[in-house]
């Protein structure tokens, strides 16, 4: 509400002293076409804050902080304006406004940009991909996918953005420090957002070398589980081929014992025959022989 106040008293004076256009305290951010809305209702979403912002000119470019986890809105937003002078017309009649029973703020803003956010004209909806980011496939949505997790839209405040917030609403205009006490402040939102990056970096190369771990002592065992079925498998195949002898064997018994039976039968034969045909040269007569003529 000092916010508030402390633009509607500015604008007041002004006119009271009948001061033109050129000497207005907006022309101190005739460089910024940025508006900081804070106070929102809950419920308006990034269609319905363009709507009311609509009053004052044309917006290009649309900005809802919302939760990470929820995705709620959190009540703040940054609106780009087609000309820079539709945001005096906005900060002077849009702030001080009440819309569903809250009293929001409007002030001018000098918005930072990411490397990789998109300022294209959003107030239609999503985007479309360009060509050359279309041709990246699969690597342009990992790269989103990353950089949405550094987003302002999808995680907590941090407690220095709480204290830019509070800044912002508490300092009056005509404060001959309220400049550097917000570039100060900026300064330390940065080094926030930097450690908070490389935080979120450190914990991602972390659990990208444990899955990497994971998998190689899921190698590592399938390897002893194949080593070990690979012994299991020698194992009952040597067993297969001892019963398999075994078998042999068993089978290979009778078939030598009727042999070595059969031989033993053809050498009796043999015997007897020698014995009956000795017996038979025994008991004949010896042949006669003729007596030679003397």
Not at 4 to 30: C, F, M
Not at 108 to 137: I, V
């Amino acid at each position: 509400m000092n916010s508030v106040r402390n633009i509607q008293q500015l604008n007041k004076r002004e006119l009271e002293a009948g001061i033109n256009p050129e000497g207005s305290w907006h022309t101190d951010y005739r460089d910024t076409a940025f508006v900081y809305i804070g106070g929102l209702p809950f419920e308006l979403s990034e269609g319905d804050i363009i709507t009311i912002c609509s009053q004052y000119g044309e917006p290009v470019w649309i900005k809802l902080a919302r939760d990470k986890e929820t995705g709620k809105s959190r009540g703040f937003a940054w609106v780009k304006y087609e000309d820079q002078r539709s945001c005096d017309l906005a900060v002077d009649n849009l702030g001080g406004a009440n819309i569903m029973d809250r009293i929001i703020r409007v002030d001018h803003a000098r918005y930072k940009p990411r490397d990789d956010e998109d300022m294209r004209d959003n107030t239609m909806g999503e985007l479309e991909l360009d060509p050359g980011q279309e041709s990246d496939g699969g690597r342009h949505k990992r790269s989103k996918t990353e950089s949405d997790s550094d987003s302002d839209d999808d995680r907590p405040m941090l407690p220095e953005e709480i204290e830019m917030d509070r800044l912002l609403e508490k300092l009056d205009e005509e404060d001959p420090m309220r400049d550097a006490l917000i570039k100060r402040q900026q300064e330390k939102v940065d080094n926030a957002l930097e450690k908070l990056k490389k935080q979120r970096r450190k914990e991602k190369e972390r659990a990208r070398r444990k899955d990497k771990h994971r998998h190689r002592d899921g190698s590592r065992e399938r390897d002893k589980r194949r080593i070990k079925d690979q012994e299991h498998d020698g194992e009952r195949e040597h067993h297969r081929r001892k019963r398999s002898d075994r078998s042999r064997e068993r089978r290979e018994e009778p078939r030598s014992r009727r042999d070595r039976s059969r031989e033993r039968e053809r050498r009796r034969s043999r015997s007897l025959d020698v014995k009956k045909e000795r017996s038979r040269s025994e008991t004949s007569p010896l042949p006669y022989r003729a007596r030679s003529p003397r």
